[in-house]
Protein backbone atom coordinates (compact mmCIF):
# COMPACT_ATOMS: atom_id res chain seq x y z
CA UNK A 1 0.00 0.00 0.00
CA UNK A 2 0.90 3.82 -0.65
CA UNK A 3 0.56 5.91 1.56
CA UNK A 4 0.62 9.50 1.90
CA UNK A 5 2.47 10.46 5.07
CA UNK A 6 5.20 7.63 6.76
CA UNK A 7 6.57 9.00 10.08
CA UNK A 8 9.91 7.19 11.56
CA UNK A 9 10.02 6.88 15.15
CA UNK A 10 7.04 6.87 17.96
CA UNK A 11 7.94 9.24 19.97
CA UNK A 12 6.45 12.51 21.01
CA UNK A 13 7.59 14.21 17.79
CA UNK A 14 6.61 11.49 15.51
CA UNK A 15 2.98 10.89 17.48
CA UNK A 16 2.70 14.93 17.84
CA UNK A 17 2.92 15.00 13.85
CA UNK A 18 0.91 12.23 13.25
CA UNK A 19 -2.16 13.61 15.11
CA UNK A 20 -1.67 17.24 13.13
CA UNK A 21 -1.34 15.48 9.50
CA UNK A 22 -4.28 14.16 10.76
CA UNK A 23 -6.37 17.23 11.79
CA UNK A 24 -5.06 18.99 8.84
CA UNK A 25 -5.58 15.95 6.15
CA UNK A 26 -8.51 14.04 7.54
CA UNK A 27 -8.74 11.33 4.88
CA UNK A 28 -4.71 10.68 4.59
CA UNK A 29 -3.41 7.31 4.73
CA UNK A 30 -0.77 7.56 7.85
CA UNK A 31 1.73 5.11 9.02
CA UNK A 32 4.07 5.52 11.85
CA UNK A 33 6.95 2.89 11.80
CA UNK A 34 8.62 2.48 15.00
CA UNK A 35 12.00 -0.03 15.88
CA UNK A 36 10.69 -0.70 19.56
CA UNK A 37 7.95 -2.68 20.85
CA UNK A 38 6.56 0.88 21.54
CA UNK A 39 6.46 4.31 21.93
CA UNK A 40 7.91 5.09 25.19
CA UNK A 41 11.45 3.36 25.74
CA UNK A 42 13.43 6.11 24.73
CA UNK A 43 13.22 10.68 26.11
CA UNK A 44 9.49 10.59 25.42
CA UNK A 45 8.71 7.58 27.91
CA UNK A 46 11.98 8.26 30.25
CA UNK A 47 11.44 12.61 30.83
CA UNK A 48 10.80 14.99 33.22
CA UNK A 49 7.79 15.41 32.37
CA UNK A 50 7.61 19.85 32.05
CA UNK A 51 5.99 21.84 29.86
CA UNK A 52 8.37 24.19 29.41
CA UNK A 53 6.88 27.83 28.27
CA UNK A 54 9.53 29.26 25.71
CA UNK A 55 11.68 31.43 27.80
CA UNK A 56 15.06 30.59 26.96
CA UNK A 57 15.59 30.97 23.32
CA UNK A 58 16.55 33.55 20.75
CA UNK A 59 13.31 35.70 19.93
CA UNK A 60 12.07 35.09 16.58
CA UNK A 61 13.71 32.03 15.82
CA UNK A 62 11.88 28.68 14.75
CA UNK A 63 12.91 27.05 18.36
CA UNK A 64 11.08 29.78 20.73
CA UNK A 65 8.01 30.22 18.15
CA UNK A 66 7.96 25.80 17.75
CA UNK A 67 8.36 26.02 21.76
CA UNK A 68 5.63 28.64 22.82
CA UNK A 69 3.03 27.41 20.14
CA UNK A 70 3.63 23.64 21.01
CA UNK A 71 3.61 24.03 24.90
CA UNK A 72 0.15 26.05 24.09
CA UNK A 73 -1.37 23.24 22.26
CA UNK A 74 0.11 20.26 24.02
CA UNK A 75 -1.26 22.04 27.41
CA UNK A 76 -5.01 22.24 25.82
CA UNK A 77 -4.95 19.12 24.64
CA UNK A 78 -3.70 17.55 27.86
CA UNK A 79 -6.74 19.41 29.58
CA UNK A 80 -9.33 18.20 27.05
CA UNK A 81 -8.37 14.85 27.13
CA UNK A 82 -8.70 15.20 31.24
CA UNK A 83 -5.18 14.02 31.86
CA UNK A 84 -2.99 14.46 34.92
CA UNK A 85 -1.06 18.20 35.29
CA UNK A 86 0.28 19.98 37.58
CA UNK A 87 0.41 23.39 36.96
CA UNK A 88 2.84 24.84 39.26
CA UNK A 89 4.56 27.43 37.89
CA UNK A 90 8.27 27.55 37.62
CA UNK A 91 11.10 29.63 39.61
CA UNK A 92 14.37 30.64 38.76
CA UNK A 93 16.84 31.63 41.19
CA UNK A 94 20.22 33.41 40.73
CA UNK A 95 23.00 31.41 42.40
CA UNK A 96 26.28 33.44 41.40
CA UNK A 97 27.00 36.72 40.22
CA UNK A 98 27.16 35.90 36.51
CA UNK A 99 23.28 34.27 37.03
CA UNK A 100 21.81 37.27 38.20
CA UNK A 101 23.51 39.44 35.56
CA UNK A 102 21.84 37.09 33.51
CA UNK A 103 18.06 37.74 35.56
CA UNK A 104 17.00 40.85 33.14
CA UNK A 105 17.87 39.33 29.79
CA UNK A 106 16.20 36.06 30.22
CA UNK A 107 13.17 38.29 31.81
CA UNK A 108 13.56 40.40 28.59
CA UNK A 109 13.66 37.44 26.10
CA UNK A 110 10.36 35.63 28.45
CA UNK A 111 8.69 38.97 27.55
CA UNK A 112 9.52 39.15 23.71
CA UNK A 113 8.71 35.34 23.46
CA UNK A 114 5.16 36.22 24.30
CA UNK A 115 5.42 34.18 27.71
CA UNK A 116 3.74 35.67 31.02
CA UNK A 117 6.91 36.19 33.05
CA UNK A 118 7.38 38.25 36.26
CA UNK A 119 10.34 39.24 38.53
CA UNK A 120 9.15 38.89 41.96
CA UNK A 121 11.06 39.78 45.26
CA UNK A 122 13.45 37.46 47.11
CA UNK A 123 11.11 38.16 50.26
CA UNK A 124 8.32 36.67 48.21
CA UNK A 125 10.71 33.95 46.89
CA UNK A 126 10.94 32.75 50.41
CA UNK A 127 7.11 33.15 51.36
CA UNK A 128 5.88 31.26 48.47
CA UNK A 129 9.13 28.27 48.64
CA UNK A 130 10.13 28.25 52.50
CA UNK A 131 12.71 25.81 51.41
CA UNK A 132 14.38 27.99 48.77
CA UNK A 133 17.22 30.29 50.00
CA UNK A 134 17.54 33.07 47.67
CA UNK A 135 20.73 35.26 47.94
CA UNK A 136 19.52 38.03 45.71
CA UNK A 137 17.71 40.48 45.09
CA UNK A 138 15.11 39.11 42.53
CA UNK A 139 13.75 36.24 40.84
CA UNK A 140 11.80 35.07 38.25
CA UNK A 141 8.76 33.06 37.92
CA UNK A 142 6.53 31.23 35.29
CA UNK A 143 3.32 30.49 36.21
CA UNK A 144 2.50 28.89 32.70
CA UNK A 145 5.41 25.91 33.20
CA UNK A 146 3.52 22.34 34.23
CA UNK A 147 4.08 19.07 34.69
CA UNK A 148 2.46 16.54 32.94
CA UNK A 149 3.10 12.50 32.71
CA UNK A 150 4.70 11.80 29.71
CA UNK A 151 3.65 7.97 29.24
CA UNK A 152 -0.09 9.08 29.58
CA UNK A 153 0.17 11.63 27.24
CA UNK A 154 1.62 9.20 24.65
CA UNK A 155 -0.75 6.49 25.17
CA UNK A 156 -3.70 8.92 24.92
CA UNK A 157 -2.40 10.56 21.73
CA UNK A 158 -2.31 6.38 20.35
CA UNK A 159 -5.39 5.32 21.29
CA UNK A 160 -6.41 8.81 19.46
CA UNK A 161 -4.01 7.56 16.14
CA UNK A 162 -5.66 4.24 16.02
CA UNK A 163 -9.23 5.43 16.29
CA UNK A 164 -8.01 8.02 13.38
CA UNK A 165 -7.10 5.18 11.46
CA UNK A 166 -3.19 5.72 11.81
CA UNK A 167 -1.33 2.97 11.10
CA UNK A 168 1.63 2.27 13.74
CA UNK A 169 4.23 -0.70 13.11
CA UNK A 170 5.89 -1.20 16.00
CA UNK A 171 9.22 -3.44 15.90
CA UNK A 172 9.81 -2.05 13.07
CA UNK A 173 13.83 -1.08 12.33
CA UNK A 174 14.04 1.69 9.69
CA UNK A 175 17.18 1.17 7.44
CA UNK A 176 17.22 4.23 4.83
CA UNK A 177 15.33 5.95 2.50
CA UNK A 178 15.49 5.46 -1.01
CA UNK A 179 13.31 8.24 -3.23
CA UNK A 180 9.65 7.36 -1.40
CA UNK A 181 10.46 3.76 0.19
CA UNK A 182 11.61 3.08 3.53
CA UNK A 183 13.64 0.25 4.02
CA UNK A 184 13.21 -2.19 6.97
CA UNK A 185 14.89 -5.09 7.64
CA UNK A 186 11.58 -6.85 6.62
CA UNK A 187 9.62 -4.91 4.01
CA UNK A 188 9.54 -1.45 2.32
CA UNK A 189 7.01 0.91 2.60
CA UNK A 190 6.29 4.19 -0.06
CA UNK A 191 5.05 7.67 0.81
CA UNK A 192 4.80 10.38 -0.84
CA UNK A 193 6.52 12.21 2.30
CA UNK A 194 8.85 10.82 4.75
CA UNK A 195 9.46 12.42 8.16
CA UNK A 196 12.41 11.43 9.99
CA UNK A 197 11.19 11.50 13.99
CA UNK A 198 13.86 9.02 15.16
CA UNK A 199 14.98 11.05 18.05
CA UNK A 200 18.55 10.49 19.07
CA UNK A 201 18.96 7.85 15.67
CA UNK A 202 17.92 10.60 12.97
CA UNK A 203 21.54 11.88 11.89
CA UNK A 204 21.73 8.03 11.41
CA UNK A 205 19.08 7.44 8.97
CA UNK A 206 19.99 10.89 7.22
CA UNK A 207 23.61 9.57 6.43
CA UNK A 208 22.31 5.90 5.46
CA UNK A 209 19.98 7.16 3.55
CA UNK A 210 22.70 10.12 1.74
CA UNK A 211 20.08 12.84 2.46
CA UNK A 212 22.16 14.80 5.23
CA UNK A 213 25.61 14.57 6.59
CA UNK A 214 26.36 17.83 8.49
CA UNK A 215 24.55 16.54 11.73
CA UNK A 216 25.72 14.79 14.56
CA UNK A 217 25.01 13.53 17.93
CA UNK A 218 27.42 14.28 20.95
CA UNK A 219 24.96 12.13 23.82
CA UNK A 220 25.13 13.07 27.44
CA UNK A 221 23.39 11.31 30.05
CA UNK A 222 21.77 12.75 33.24
CA UNK A 223 21.14 11.97 36.39
CA UNK A 224 18.79 12.42 38.68
CA UNK A 225 18.38 12.05 42.60
CA UNK A 226 15.49 10.90 44.61
CA UNK A 227 14.79 12.64 47.94
CA UNK A 228 13.97 10.51 50.32
CA UNK A 229 12.61 13.06 52.77
CA UNK A 230 8.59 12.29 52.63
CA UNK A 231 8.13 15.59 54.08
CA UNK A 232 9.95 17.72 51.72
CA UNK A 233 7.72 19.83 49.03
CA UNK A 234 8.19 22.26 46.91
CA UNK A 235 5.23 23.75 45.53
CA UNK A 236 7.25 25.11 41.66
CA UNK A 237 9.78 23.86 39.22
CA UNK A 238 12.92 25.22 40.71
CA UNK A 239 15.78 26.00 38.34
CA UNK A 240 18.85 28.04 38.20
CA UNK A 241 18.56 30.95 36.07
CA UNK A 242 21.28 29.35 33.46
CA UNK A 243 24.17 31.04 31.49
CA UNK A 244 22.56 31.21 27.97
CA UNK A 245 25.44 30.14 26.56
CA UNK A 246 25.42 26.74 27.73
CA UNK A 247 22.92 24.04 26.47
CA UNK A 248 21.85 23.03 30.15
CA UNK A 249 19.35 24.59 32.04
CA UNK A 250 21.20 23.71 35.40
CA UNK A 251 20.73 21.28 38.48
CA UNK A 252 16.88 21.98 39.22
CA UNK A 253 14.04 20.17 40.90
CA UNK A 254 10.98 17.86 39.76
CA UNK A 255 8.47 16.23 40.57
CA UNK A 256 5.95 13.49 39.09
CA UNK A 257 2.30 12.40 40.14
CA UNK A 258 3.22 9.96 42.85
CA UNK A 259 4.65 13.00 44.91
CA UNK A 260 8.62 12.53 44.32
CA UNK A 261 10.83 14.74 44.33
CA UNK A 262 14.41 14.72 42.38
CA UNK A 263 17.01 16.83 41.86
CA UNK A 264 19.25 16.98 39.12
CA UNK A 265 20.35 16.14 36.35
CA UNK A 266 24.39 15.68 36.05
CA UNK A 267 25.44 16.10 32.58
CA UNK A 268 28.35 13.89 31.31
CA UNK A 269 29.05 12.84 27.89
CA UNK A 270 28.62 9.08 27.17
CA UNK A 271 29.93 6.30 24.46
CA UNK A 272 26.51 4.98 23.41
CA UNK A 273 23.15 7.32 22.23
CA UNK A 274 21.15 5.32 24.11
CA UNK A 275 23.04 4.28 27.61
CA UNK A 276 20.08 3.54 29.51
CA UNK A 277 19.89 0.40 27.86
CA UNK A 278 20.38 -2.62 30.38
CA UNK A 279 24.02 -3.99 29.94
CA UNK A 280 25.60 -0.92 29.52
CA UNK A 281 28.44 -0.21 32.12
CA UNK A 282 27.92 3.57 33.31
CA UNK A 283 31.41 4.36 34.42
CA UNK A 284 32.99 2.61 31.44
CA UNK A 285 30.26 3.85 29.14
CA UNK A 286 31.19 7.59 30.45
CA UNK A 287 34.54 7.49 30.42
CA UNK A 288 34.62 6.17 27.08
CA UNK A 289 32.19 9.25 25.72
CA UNK A 290 34.26 11.38 27.27
CA UNK A 291 37.30 9.86 25.72
CA UNK A 292 35.61 9.42 21.96
CA UNK A 293 33.64 13.03 22.34
CA UNK A 294 37.12 14.84 22.94
CA UNK A 295 38.60 13.13 20.12
CA UNK A 296 35.94 13.40 17.42
CA UNK A 297 33.79 15.88 17.56
CA UNK A 298 35.34 20.17 17.13
CA UNK A 299 31.81 20.85 19.31
CA UNK A 300 33.15 19.20 21.99
CA UNK A 301 36.31 20.85 22.11
CA UNK A 302 35.07 24.01 21.72
CA UNK A 303 32.53 23.41 24.82
CA UNK A 304 35.23 22.28 26.94
CA UNK A 305 37.78 24.78 26.41
CA UNK A 306 35.88 27.99 26.70
CA UNK A 307 33.55 26.47 29.68
CA UNK A 308 36.27 24.06 31.49
CA UNK A 309 34.77 25.16 34.96
CA UNK A 310 30.98 24.48 33.46
CA UNK A 311 32.62 21.48 32.19
CA UNK A 312 34.45 20.33 34.85
CA UNK A 313 31.18 20.10 37.63
CA UNK A 314 29.46 18.30 35.60
CA UNK A 315 31.45 15.68 34.59
CA UNK A 316 32.57 15.16 38.58
CA UNK A 317 28.77 14.93 39.39
CA UNK A 318 28.49 12.07 37.18
CA UNK A 319 31.02 10.25 38.17
CA UNK A 320 29.82 10.46 41.80
CA UNK A 321 26.40 9.86 40.88
C1 LIG B 1 16.43 12.99 31.54
C2 LIG B 1 15.64 13.80 30.55
C3 LIG B 1 14.66 14.68 31.01
C4 LIG B 1 13.94 15.44 30.09
N1 LIG B 1 12.97 16.26 30.55
C5 LIG B 1 12.21 16.95 29.69
C6 LIG B 1 11.16 17.76 30.16
O1 LIG B 1 10.89 17.83 31.35
N2 LIG B 1 10.44 18.47 29.24
C7 LIG B 1 10.71 18.40 27.89
O2 LIG B 1 10.03 19.07 27.10
N3 LIG B 1 11.70 17.61 27.41
C8 LIG B 1 12.44 16.89 28.28
N4 LIG B 1 13.43 16.08 27.81
C9 LIG B 1 13.64 15.99 26.36
C10 LIG B 1 12.54 15.13 25.72
O3 LIG B 1 12.42 13.90 26.40
C11 LIG B 1 12.90 14.89 24.24
O4 LIG B 1 13.13 16.12 23.62
C12 LIG B 1 11.78 14.17 23.51
O5 LIG B 1 11.38 13.00 24.18
C13 LIG B 1 12.27 13.83 22.10
O6 LIG B 1 11.22 13.16 21.46
P1 LIG B 1 11.47 12.46 20.07
O7 LIG B 1 10.17 11.95 19.60
O8 LIG B 1 12.21 13.42 19.18
O9 LIG B 1 12.53 11.33 20.36
P2 LIG B 1 12.37 9.87 21.04
O10 LIG B 1 11.50 9.88 22.23
O11 LIG B 1 13.77 9.36 21.19
O12 LIG B 1 11.61 9.05 19.92
C14 LIG B 1 12.25 8.63 18.74
C15 LIG B 1 11.72 7.26 18.41
O13 LIG B 1 12.31 6.84 17.18
C16 LIG B 1 12.55 5.46 17.26
N5 LIG B 1 13.58 5.10 16.29
C17 LIG B 1 14.90 5.41 16.33
N6 LIG B 1 15.54 4.88 15.27
C18 LIG B 1 14.59 4.23 14.54
C19 LIG B 1 14.65 3.49 13.33
N7 LIG B 1 15.80 3.28 12.68
N8 LIG B 1 13.49 2.94 12.86
C20 LIG B 1 12.29 3.13 13.52
N9 LIG B 1 12.21 3.82 14.68
C21 LIG B 1 13.34 4.38 15.17
C22 LIG B 1 13.00 5.26 18.70
O14 LIG B 1 12.87 3.91 19.10
C23 LIG B 1 12.10 6.22 19.45
O15 LIG B 1 10.93 5.57 19.95
C24 LIG B 1 14.18 15.32 28.70
C25 LIG B 1 15.15 14.42 28.25
C26 LIG B 1 15.86 13.67 29.16
C27 LIG B 1 16.89 12.72 28.64
Not at 64 to 83: H, M, T
Not at 119 to 140: G, H, M, S, T
Not at 268 to 276: H, I, N, Q
Request: net charge positive; with cysteine.
Amino acid sequence: MKYDFAIIGSGIIGLTLAYKLKQKFNNSKILILEKEPNSVSHGSGRNSGVIHSGIYYEPGSLRANLCVAGAKELKEYIKSKKLWINECGKILIPTSDDSNSNLNNLYERGQKNGVSINKIKKDEVEKIEPYVNCQFDYALHIPFTSVADPKEVSKSLIDDLVKLNVEIKYNSKVLKIENNQILTKENNFEADHIFNCAGLFADEIAKNSNLEFRYSFLPFKGKYWKIKNKDFRLHHLIYPIPDLRYPFLGLHSSHNRNGDFYIGPSSTPVFGRASTEKGASPRLSLAMGIWFASANSSSFVRLDRSHSRQGAITLISGFSA
